[in-house]
């Protein structure tokens, strides 16, 4: 049983042993390589090539550079289509590269980018698609595929959520022409800060290569404008320690979605997210979307009952991000009535890997209580 005063956050960061990160840095003081893609880069990019099964992994100081530097390489104009049901570095990076996001609406069973309503969005001035993985949920690449064969557009896939996620047996990188993984100390994965481009094309990896080092090709040749993004040694160390243990604790996080979906499933008004058949997940979330005229209350009551024993949620992904300040004069409130409808009822509930299950039960409890 939890201390009265203990707080339960959405998540917590997962931590190799000490003393094992301890030995992995040591050689550091030996070497003083503590930037500028030293061994442990080159090791980590090696093995999280390996454990993702792509041909070409990058890695960056963190995801919102990897996704920035990437629409940059891959020199687009115009439009491109996105959700605003998703975290805000993926319209910024769509923004900050003087492109101009065109939000599609998202599926109401899955979260994900709606495919059906995606041609109608299409313009002389599209350029690429930019649909994103939500809470470990994958897209329905194959048909997001065909559209983007049928117009020449490029497909880059915002994987923050899907670390080591797999769809019948093929890893969910592979998809569209690159995908962008977070390493931020919160995902599944993580280097403390961080993140990754996947590709199949090496000519796109040589010039991220590049570009995340100032756009300095070689010591006589700076054929770009680039940016600061380079990985460091000790981001690579954490890299290196928490890889070693990434399934033992995803097997722990499939232990915790299952005890909620036991606990939850039940309850008229809250609605559940499942993987869909295919899919091997890596539980990074675990949302829950409530129906106030059923349930007989809303997802702010959950949170604020909740909030009250120390337990916090998150409202992720509320505002949506067309919502935004910086963005709601440039965008209509209801272009996407889907988004609109989850973002106003969706709460993110505690999981990590090392989240006792008798807390589980605790918030099923709780969120039971008010019904």
Same mark, same amino acid.
Not at 101 to 126: A, Q, R
Not at 343 to 348: A, D, N, Q
Not at 356 to 368: A, G, N, Q, R, T
């Given at each position: 049983?939890?201390?009265?005063?203990?707080?339960?956050?959405?998540?917590?960061?997962?931590?190799?042993?000490?003393?094992?990160?301890?030995?992995?840095?040591?050689?550091?003081?030996?070497?003083?390589?503590?930037?500028?893609?030293?061994?442990?880069?080159?090791?980590?990019?090696?093995?999280?090539?390996? =454990?993702?099964? &792509?041909?070409?992994?990058?890695?960056?100081?963190?995801?919102?550079?990897?996704?920035?530097?990437?629409?940059?390489?891959?020199?687009?104009?115009?439009?491109?289509?996105?959700? !605003?049901?998703?975290?805000?570095?993926?319209?910024?990076?769509?923004?900050?590269?003087?492109?101009?996001?065109?939000?599609?609406?998202?599926?109401?069973?899955? /979260?994900?980018?709606?495919?059906?309503?995606?041609?109608?969005? %299409?313009?002389?001035?599209?350029?690429?698609? *930019? !649909? #994103?993985? &939500?809470?470990?949920?994958?897209?329905?690449?194959?048909? %997001?595929?065909?559209?983007?064969?049928?117009?020449?557009?490029?497909?880059?896939?915002?994987?923050?959520?899907?670390?080591?996620?797999?769809?019948?047996?093929?890893? #969910?990188?592979? =998809?569209?022409?690159?995908?962008?993984?977070?390493?931020?100390?919160?995902?599944?994965?993580?280097?403390?800060?961080?993140?990754?481009?996947?590709?199949?094309?090496?000519?796109?990896?040589?010039?991220?290569?590049?570009?995340? +080092?100032?756009?300095?090709?070689?010591?006589?040749?700076?054929?770009?404008?680039?940016?600061?993004?380079?990985?460091?040694?000790?981001?690579?160390?954490?890299?290196?320690? +928490?890889?070693?243990?990434?399934?033992?604790?995803?097997?722990?996080?499939?232990?915790?979605?299952?005890? =909620?979906?036991?606990?939850?499933?039940? %309850?008229?008004?809250?609605?559940?997210?499942?993987?869909?058949?295919?899919?091997?997940?890596? /539980?990074? =979330?675990?949302?829950? &979307?409530?129906?106030?005229?059923?349930?007989?209350?809303?997802?702010?009551?959950?949170?604020?009952?909740?909030?009250?024993? +120390?337990? %916090?949620?998150?409202? /992720?992904?509320?505002?949506?991000?067309?919502?935004?300040?910086?963005?709601?004069?440039?965008?209509?409130?209801?272009?996407? !009535? #889907?988004?609109?409808?989850?973002?106003?009822?969706?709460?993110?509930?505690?999981?990590?890997?090392? *989240? !006792?299950?008798?807390?589980?039960?605790?918030?099923?409890?709780?969120?039971?209580?008010?019904?």
């Amino acid at each position: 049983m939890r201390k009265e005063d203990e707080i339960i956050n959405v998540t917590r960061s997962d931590m190799p042993p000490m003393e094992e990160f301890i030995s992995e840095i040591s050689s550091l003081w030996d070497t003083r390589w503590l930037t500028n893609m030293g061994e442990k880069h080159i090791r980590l990019e090696s093995e999280i090539k390996d =454990y993702l099964k &792509v041909d070409n992994v990058t890695l960056f100081s963190h995801g919102h550079a990897a996704l920035e530097l990437l629409l940059q390489a891959m020199d687009l104009k115009g439009e491109v289509i996105t959700t !605003p049901f998703s975290f805000a570095s993926t319209t910024h990076a769509i923004v900050r590269n003087g492109l101009t996001p065109v939000f599609c609406d998202i599926k109401e069973d899955d /979260y994900t980018i709606d495919e059906t309503k995606i041609e109608k969005l %299409i313009t002389s001035k599209t350029s690429a698609i *930019l !649909p #994103v993985h &939500v809470y470990g949920q994958i897209c329905n690449v194959e048909a %997001i595929e065909q559209i983007a064969k049928k117009h020449n557009l490029k497909v880059i896939y915002d994987a923050a959520h899907t670390f080591g996620e797999e769809i019948d047996g093929i890893g #969910v990188g592979n =998809y569209g022409d690159a995908s962008m993984f977070s390493f931020h100390a919160t995902k599944v994965f993580h280097t403390i800060e961080g993140g990754a481009i996947t590709s199949k094309s090496r000519e796109l990896k040589d010039k991220l290569y590049y570009l995340k +080092n100032f756009g300095i090709q070689d010591v006589d040749s700076v054929p770009d404008v680039g940016a600061n993004a380079k990985m460091n040694e000790f981001q690579a160390a954490m890299g290196l320690c +928490n890889l070693r243990y990434l399934d033992e604790k995803i097997a722990k996080r499939k232990q915790i979605y299952e005890r =909620y979906i036991s606990r939850l499933e039940s %309850i008229d008004g809250i609605k559940l997210l499942r993987y869909r058949e295919g899919i091997k997940p890596n /539980y990074a =979330y675990f949302p829950i &979307v409530v129906d106030p005229e059923v349930f007989g209350k809303t997802r702010d009551d959950i949170f604020d009952r909740l909030k009250k024993e +120390n337990i %916090i949620c998150r409202k /992720y992904f509320y505002p949506l991000i067309s919502d935004y300040e910086c963005y709601r004069d440039r965008f209509s409130h209801g272009d996407t !009535p #889907v988004a609109d409808k989850i973002s106003s009822r969706v709460l993110t509930l505690p999981i990590y890997a090392e *989240l !006792p299950l008798d807390v589980v039960d605790e918030v099923c409890e709780l969120i039971k209580g008010l019904k």
